[in-house]
């Protein structure tokens, strides 16, 4: 029972690089998240997906792009990693609306130097 | 617009002690309640939710979450702790809306022998 997967789960960048960080999942759920965790500030969104073929802004995505590649693939994309993009990234999907709970992946800890 | 604090950002406390994890919320309009566990290099799992009903919410690992509405608080208790509940704990809030989440800060939770 895979969940939310989140590839890669480590890396490190030189500033000015660009990568994508992949999540997909297989619980037919429509919205998926990415979120960015740093120490003492919790979780904030960078951007969501409230169904398929859409993509919206959340708190922090200065410096993000994403993609909703299909119903399960969503991804995030760094196009000139800077440092303070240093963070450890989670992906969330839920089947949507205020009620349901999001389901996390393990998250991907990039480092950028 | 929403927002999310836990009043302690660390709290240790003795196995077999009973242990009180603080969250208030400010918000315009009716929310739902959310605590998350974060063991160490894993993602977030749903300890338990308030949607409406009963203030009194029951979840896993013998955790439970009161939400009051005149004191805008939804505090995670424990009666009796154990070292494998060392973890983060993330209290969170969203509306009725698109489903997004708005983090607290976390709390660590260190259970000592």
């Known amino acids: 029972n895979a969940g939310v997967t989140q590839t890669p789960k480590f890396q490190v960048l030189k500033t000015g690089q660009s990568m994508t960080l992949q999540c997909a999942q297989d619980?037919?759920?429509?919205?998926m998240y990415w979120y960015r965790q740093d120490p003492g500030m919790g979780l904030r969104l960078i951007y969501y997906?409230?169904?398929?073929?859409?993509?919206d802004k959340g708190e922090v995505p200065n410096g993000y792009n994403v993609s909703r590649l299909n119903k399960r693939e969503f991804s995030l994309r760094l196009e000139s990693a800077a440092p303070s993009q240093t963070s450890v990234y989670f992906c969330?999907?839920?089947?949507?609306?205020?009620?349901?709970?999001?389901?996390f992946g393990d998250g991907t800890r990039l480092s950028i130097l | 617009a929403q927002s999310v604090t836990q009043l302690d950002s660390q709290v240790p406390v003795f196995e077999e002690a009973p242990v009180e994890l603080r969250c208030n919320y400010s918000?315009?309009?009716?929310?739902?309640l959310f605590w998350y566990v974060q063991y160490p290099n894993q993602g977030l799992q749903l300890l338990l939710k308030?949607?409406?009903?009963?203030?009194l919410v029951k979840g896993i690992n013998g955790f439970e979450a009161e939400f009051n509405k005149s004191q805008t608080s939804f505090h995670l208790r424990k009666p009796s702790v154990h070292i494998s509940d060392t973890a983060e704990y993330f209290c969170?809030?969203?509306?009725?809306?698109?489903?997004?989440?708005?983090f607290g800060q976390g709390t660590e939770l260190s259970v000592k022998p």
């Open positions: 969330a999907s839920s089947e949507g609306g205020g009620r349901r709970p999001q389901h």
């Open positions: 619980m037919n759920h429509n919205s």
């Open positions: 997906s409230a169904s398929e073929g859409t993509t």
């Open positions: 918000s315009s309009v009716s929310v739902y």
């Open positions: 308030y949607l409406s009903g009963s203030t």
């Open positions: 969170a809030v969203s509306d009725s809306q698109g489903g997004k989440l708005i």
